[in-house]
Protein backbone atom coordinates (compact mmCIF):
# COMPACT_ATOMS: atom_id res chain seq x y z
CA UNK A 1 0.00 0.00 0.00
CA UNK A 2 1.70 3.66 -0.94
CA UNK A 3 2.03 5.52 1.88
CA UNK A 4 3.29 9.48 0.91
CA UNK A 5 4.83 11.79 3.24
CA UNK A 6 5.47 15.41 3.22
CA UNK A 7 7.94 17.50 5.22
CA UNK A 8 7.67 20.18 6.77
CA UNK A 9 3.85 20.08 7.28
CA UNK A 10 4.00 23.77 8.04
CA UNK A 11 6.22 26.08 6.63
CA UNK A 12 6.39 30.01 6.74
CA UNK A 13 8.54 32.54 4.84
CA UNK A 14 8.89 36.31 4.19
CA UNK A 15 7.85 37.19 0.39
CA UNK A 16 10.55 36.83 -2.12
CA UNK A 17 12.18 33.39 -0.73
CA UNK A 18 13.10 30.79 -3.05
CA UNK A 19 11.86 27.37 -1.40
CA UNK A 20 11.74 23.88 -1.09
CA UNK A 21 8.69 21.34 -0.48
CA UNK A 22 9.97 17.62 -0.10
CA UNK A 23 7.52 14.63 -0.81
CA UNK A 24 8.13 10.83 -0.18
CA UNK A 25 6.44 7.93 -1.39
CA UNK A 26 7.36 4.18 -0.21
CA UNK A 27 6.10 2.46 -3.42
CA UNK A 28 8.66 3.43 -6.05
CA UNK A 29 6.53 1.53 -8.95
CA UNK A 30 4.38 4.97 -9.93
CA UNK A 31 3.04 5.95 -13.39
CA UNK A 32 3.21 9.73 -12.38
CA UNK A 33 3.27 12.12 -9.72
CA UNK A 34 1.03 15.33 -9.47
CA UNK A 35 1.01 18.10 -7.20
CA UNK A 36 -2.08 19.98 -6.51
CA UNK A 37 -2.38 23.75 -4.40
CA UNK A 38 -5.64 23.67 -2.17
CA UNK A 39 -6.27 27.25 -0.97
CA UNK A 40 -8.45 27.43 2.16
CA UNK A 41 -12.32 25.23 2.07
CA UNK A 42 -11.11 24.93 -1.30
CA UNK A 43 -10.88 22.19 -4.35
CA UNK A 44 -7.30 20.95 -5.85
CA UNK A 45 -5.67 22.69 -8.48
CA UNK A 46 -3.26 21.32 -10.65
CA UNK A 47 0.62 22.54 -10.65
CA UNK A 48 2.17 19.83 -12.63
CA UNK A 49 2.42 16.38 -13.64
CA UNK A 50 5.42 14.55 -14.23
CA UNK A 51 5.96 11.17 -15.58
CA UNK A 52 7.57 8.38 -14.35
CA UNK A 53 9.86 8.54 -17.19
CA UNK A 54 10.58 12.59 -16.09
CA UNK A 55 13.12 13.83 -13.81
CA UNK A 56 11.48 16.71 -13.60
CA UNK A 57 8.47 19.21 -14.99
CA UNK A 58 8.83 23.60 -15.18
CA UNK A 59 5.36 25.87 -14.85
CA UNK A 60 6.37 29.06 -14.25
CA UNK A 61 8.15 29.49 -10.65
CA UNK A 62 7.45 26.23 -10.00
CA UNK A 63 10.04 23.18 -10.34
CA UNK A 64 9.09 19.72 -9.50
CA UNK A 65 11.51 17.07 -9.73
CA UNK A 66 11.03 13.10 -9.82
CA UNK A 67 13.64 10.72 -8.44
CA UNK A 68 11.09 7.69 -9.08
CA UNK A 69 13.97 5.38 -7.77
CA UNK A 70 14.54 6.73 -4.08
CA UNK A 71 10.82 7.32 -4.03
CA UNK A 72 11.33 11.69 -3.82
CA UNK A 73 10.13 14.19 -5.51
CA UNK A 74 10.24 17.88 -4.66
CA UNK A 75 8.59 21.34 -5.62
CA UNK A 76 10.71 24.55 -5.71
CA UNK A 77 8.74 27.71 -5.77
CA UNK A 78 10.91 30.60 -7.04
CA UNK A 79 10.95 34.35 -5.26
CA UNK A 80 7.72 33.40 -3.02
CA UNK A 81 4.73 35.74 -3.50
CA UNK A 82 1.77 35.93 -0.20
CA UNK A 83 -0.26 34.40 -3.44
CA UNK A 84 1.44 31.26 -3.11
CA UNK A 85 0.39 31.05 0.34
CA UNK A 86 -1.56 27.74 0.54
CA UNK A 87 -1.39 23.83 1.49
CA UNK A 88 0.35 21.62 -1.46
CA UNK A 89 0.24 18.48 -1.87
CA UNK A 90 1.58 16.00 -3.11
CA UNK A 91 -0.09 12.50 -5.01
CA UNK A 92 2.03 9.29 -6.95
CA UNK A 93 -0.28 7.59 -9.09
CA UNK A 94 0.21 4.23 -8.48
CA UNK A 95 -0.96 0.33 -8.47
CA UNK A 96 -3.33 -1.48 -10.88
CA UNK A 97 -6.31 0.60 -10.26
CA UNK A 98 -4.19 3.68 -11.47
CA UNK A 99 -4.88 5.17 -7.77
CA UNK A 100 -3.92 8.94 -6.73
CA UNK A 101 -2.69 8.44 -2.92
CA UNK A 102 -2.13 11.81 -1.59
CA UNK A 103 0.37 13.30 1.73
CA UNK A 104 -0.99 15.33 4.02
CA UNK A 105 0.53 18.46 2.48
CA UNK A 106 2.96 21.23 3.64
CA UNK A 107 0.72 24.46 5.08
CA UNK A 108 2.94 27.47 2.74
CA UNK A 109 2.87 30.87 4.43
CA UNK A 110 4.60 33.95 2.70
CA UNK A 111 4.31 36.76 4.45
CA UNK A 112 4.69 40.44 2.78
CA UNK B 1 -14.62 27.41 -19.82
CA UNK B 2 -14.40 23.81 -19.60
CA UNK B 3 -14.43 22.81 -15.53
CA UNK B 4 -15.45 20.37 -12.83
CA UNK B 5 -18.79 21.70 -11.03
CA UNK B 6 -20.10 20.43 -7.82
CA UNK B 7 -23.44 21.40 -5.96
CA UNK B 8 -24.06 22.57 -3.50
CA UNK B 9 -21.13 24.02 -2.13
CA UNK B 10 -22.29 23.71 1.35
CA UNK B 11 -24.60 21.22 2.23
CA UNK B 12 -26.20 20.46 5.80
CA UNK B 13 -28.09 17.52 7.07
CA UNK B 14 -29.24 15.70 9.38
CA UNK B 15 -28.04 12.59 11.38
CA UNK B 16 -29.55 9.82 9.32
CA UNK B 17 -31.14 11.80 6.25
CA UNK B 18 -29.74 10.66 3.26
CA UNK B 19 -28.21 13.35 1.14
CA UNK B 20 -27.01 13.54 -2.61
CA UNK B 21 -24.16 15.36 -4.15
CA UNK B 22 -23.67 16.25 -7.61
CA UNK B 23 -20.72 16.92 -9.81
CA UNK B 24 -20.88 17.63 -13.76
CA UNK B 25 -18.07 18.00 -16.09
CA UNK B 26 -17.56 19.87 -19.33
CA UNK B 27 -14.48 18.27 -20.29
CA UNK B 28 -15.69 15.26 -21.81
CA UNK B 29 -13.65 12.98 -19.77
CA UNK B 30 -14.12 9.57 -19.46
CA UNK B 31 -12.97 9.07 -15.42
CA UNK B 32 -14.68 10.41 -12.87
CA UNK B 33 -13.59 10.24 -8.87
CA UNK B 34 -15.28 10.86 -5.71
CA UNK B 35 -12.75 11.86 -2.67
CA UNK B 36 -13.64 12.57 1.19
CA UNK B 37 -11.27 14.95 2.68
CA UNK B 38 -11.74 15.68 6.64
CA UNK B 39 -10.18 18.43 8.52
CA UNK B 40 -6.53 18.51 8.34
CA UNK B 41 -6.26 15.44 6.11
CA UNK B 42 -5.49 14.03 2.65
CA UNK B 43 -8.02 13.47 0.72
CA UNK B 44 -9.09 9.70 0.48
CA UNK B 45 -10.80 7.91 -2.92
CA UNK B 46 -13.89 6.62 -2.34
CA UNK B 47 -14.78 5.21 -6.04
CA UNK B 48 -14.28 5.73 -9.54
CA UNK B 49 -16.04 5.22 -12.50
CA UNK B 50 -13.99 4.59 -15.76
CA UNK B 51 -17.15 5.62 -18.45
CA UNK B 52 -19.83 3.12 -16.70
CA UNK B 53 -17.38 0.63 -15.20
CA UNK B 54 -17.52 1.17 -11.28
CA UNK B 55 -14.85 0.94 -9.10
CA UNK B 56 -14.95 0.96 -5.38
CA UNK B 57 -12.41 1.76 -3.09
CA UNK B 58 -12.06 -1.90 -0.48
CA UNK B 59 -12.21 0.45 2.64
CA UNK B 60 -15.15 2.39 1.22
CA UNK B 61 -18.57 2.23 3.50
CA UNK B 62 -21.48 0.58 2.15
CA UNK B 63 -23.20 3.87 3.14
CA UNK B 64 -21.52 5.45 0.49
CA UNK B 65 -22.87 4.96 -2.88
CA UNK B 66 -22.07 6.70 -6.46
CA UNK B 67 -24.38 6.94 -10.05
CA UNK B 68 -23.28 7.82 -13.06
CA UNK B 69 -25.89 8.48 -15.72
CA UNK B 70 -23.89 10.16 -18.71
CA UNK B 71 -20.62 11.04 -19.53
CA UNK B 72 -21.15 14.02 -18.06
CA UNK B 73 -22.81 13.70 -14.24
CA UNK B 74 -21.93 11.85 -11.46
CA UNK B 75 -23.64 11.38 -8.03
CA UNK B 76 -23.01 10.39 -4.39
CA UNK B 77 -25.17 9.15 -2.36
CA UNK B 78 -25.03 9.03 1.34
CA UNK B 79 -27.93 6.61 2.66
CA UNK B 80 -27.99 7.42 6.48
CA UNK B 81 -24.95 10.30 6.95
CA UNK B 82 -23.40 10.01 10.55
CA UNK B 83 -21.70 12.63 12.66
CA UNK B 84 -18.14 10.70 11.29
CA UNK B 85 -19.28 11.59 7.64
CA UNK B 86 -18.55 15.54 7.96
CA UNK B 87 -15.86 16.54 5.43
CA UNK B 88 -14.84 17.85 2.34
CA UNK B 89 -16.37 15.64 -0.68
CA UNK B 90 -14.04 16.50 -4.41
CA UNK B 91 -15.09 15.50 -7.02
CA UNK B 92 -12.42 14.82 -10.40
CA UNK B 93 -12.33 14.08 -13.64
CA UNK B 94 -9.50 12.52 -16.07
CA UNK B 95 -9.79 11.94 -19.00
CA UNK B 96 -8.78 8.42 -18.97
CA UNK B 97 -6.39 6.27 -16.73
CA UNK B 98 -3.55 6.21 -19.11
CA UNK B 99 -3.92 10.40 -19.98
CA UNK B 100 -3.63 10.96 -16.05
CA UNK B 101 -4.01 14.16 -15.04
CA UNK B 102 -6.58 15.05 -12.51
CA UNK B 103 -8.69 17.88 -12.27
CA UNK B 104 -10.97 18.69 -9.30
CA UNK B 105 -13.66 20.28 -8.91
CA UNK B 106 -14.31 22.98 -5.84
CA UNK B 107 -15.68 20.77 -3.79
CA UNK B 108 -18.23 19.90 -1.26
CA UNK B 109 -19.02 20.97 2.88
CA UNK B 110 -20.77 18.26 4.12
CA UNK B 111 -22.16 18.93 7.67
CA UNK B 112 -24.26 16.32 9.75
CA UNK B 113 -25.92 17.93 12.11
Given amino acids: KQEVTQI ?7 EGENLVLNCSFTDSAIYNLQWFRQDPGKGLTSLLLI ?3 QREQTSGRLNASLD ?8 YIAAS ?9 CAPDSGSAR ?14 | DAMVIQNPRYQVTQFGKPVTLSCSQT ?19 LFHYYDK ?4 EADTPDNFQSRRPNTSFCFLDIRSPGLGD ?21 GTRLTVT
Fill in chain 1, 68 to 75: KSSGRSTL
Fill in chain 2, 86 to 106: AAMYLCATSRDREVYEQYFGP
Fill in chain 1, 81 to 89: QPGDSATYL
Fill in chain 1, 8 to 14: PAALSVP
Fill in chain 2, 53 to 56: DFNN
Fill in chain 1, 99 to 112: QLTFGSGTQLTVLP
Fill in chain 1, 51 to 53: QSS
Fill in chain 2, 27 to 45: LNHNVMYWYQQKSSQAPKL
